[in-house]
């Protein structure tokens, strides 16, 4: 798996989340806030998002890591440190 960037770990934050709530409004949201609240996602939203940004990136997410994925910044900063650790050393 090639590692996630900065924006291209967001895209994916953000592309999953509209797909469990399709009208969401990022305009609302800061990059710190928790989107959980401000978005009104469920448990089990939260939990159709860890399983589409797994299916998406590739990354195993388990249980303790879901306080990672509480604010956009976090769940991406996640993402991508996941990324470049599961794509092994740089050749």
């Known amino acids: 798996m090639k590692p996630l960037d900065n924006a291209e770990a967001m895209a994916v934050v953000k592309e999953s989340i509209t797909q469990i709530i399709p009208d969401a409004d990022f305009t609302q949201v800061e990059p710190d806030d928790k989107f959980r609240d401000v ?3 469920d448990s089990l939203d939260f939990l159709s998002l860890v399983e589409l940004l797994s299916e ?5 997410i388990d249980e303790e890591d879901y306080p990672e994925l509480t604010t956009l910044s976090a769940a991406t900063r996640f993402l991508v440190a996941r990324s470049q650790d599961s794509a092994g050393p740089a050749r």
């Open 39 to 41: 978005l009104e996602l």
């Open 56 to 60: 998406r990136t590739g990354i195993r």
